[in-house]
């Protein structure tokens, strides 16, 4: 069956930089994009962008352009969001999702001194 | 981008209430949209998807409608686990854009 399993928490200082992995199982890698979305605590989701695990090209949410980038390896059947420059504001608990139907279990993500 | 307007922002309504949420797109989606309920700590759960299908195990009491740049989730009977946040996202495009979220709340 479908799985996507992504990485522990993470706490980081402020203008550090985190990865988040999600591994993926139960279907062809190549055949899907992999989006990101995050949800902050107070505010709704919100998509971040995807990533083609084929090409390895990206869509980018403009919000996030120049401090996010989404790579993947296609050996580990993984693919990776890096973010940034982090700020307090990217606290957040981070999902990729194949589509609408399959997600993954969501990485919390908390940026603090 | 596509933008998708949700309303009300919270609703609080009884055991046995119907509750209809809407959500607006701000150009044609066709039917590319889906429903999600959210929980604390877990992920958001789909519900409808493609407008109006109803995702394989979830309550018969759910149902969403709509196609073009109007669309609903109608919870019929309302029942104390569906108090969460819903929220409808389109996939027309290759962004996906999210409505603001509608707390429901049972009284």
């Given at each position: 069956q479908v799985q996507l399993v992504q990485s522990g928490a993470e706490v980081n200082n402020p203008g550090a930089s985190v990865k988040v992995s999600c591994r993926t199982s139960g279907?062809?890698?190549?055949d899907y994009y992999i989006h990101w979305v995050r949800r902050a605590p107070g505010q709704g989701l919100q998509w971040m962008g995807w990533i083609n695990p084929k090409s390895g090209g990206t869509q980018l949410l403009r919000n996030f352009q120049g401090r996010v980038t989404m790579t993947r390896d296609t050996s580990l059947v993984t693919v990776n969001l890096h973010l940034n420059r982090?700020?307090?504001?990217?606290t957040a608990i981070y999902y990729c999702a194949r589509d609408p139907h399959y997600w993954g279990q969501g990485t919390l993500v908390t940026v603090s001194s | 981008d596509i933008q998708m307007t949700q309303s009300p922002s919270s609703v609080s309504a009884s055991v046995g209430d119907r509750v209809t949420i809407t959500c607006r797109a701000s150009q044609g989606i066709s039917n590319s949209l889906g429903w999600y309920q959210e929980k604390p700590g877990t992920p958001p759960k789909l519900?409808?998807?493609?407008?109006s299908r109803l995702k394989?195990?979830?309550?018969?009491r759910f149902s969403g409608s709509g196609s073009g740049t109007i669309f609903t989730l109608t919870i019929t009977?309302?029942?104390?686990?569906?108090s969460a946040i819903y929220y409808c996202q389109q996939w027309y495009s290759t962004s996906w854009t999210f409505g603001q979220g509608t707390k429901v709340e049972i009284q």
């Open positions: 279907y062809t890698f190549t982090l700020i307090s504001d990217d | 519900l409808v998807y493609a407008a394989s195990g979830v309550p018969s009977s309302l029942q104390p686990e569906d």
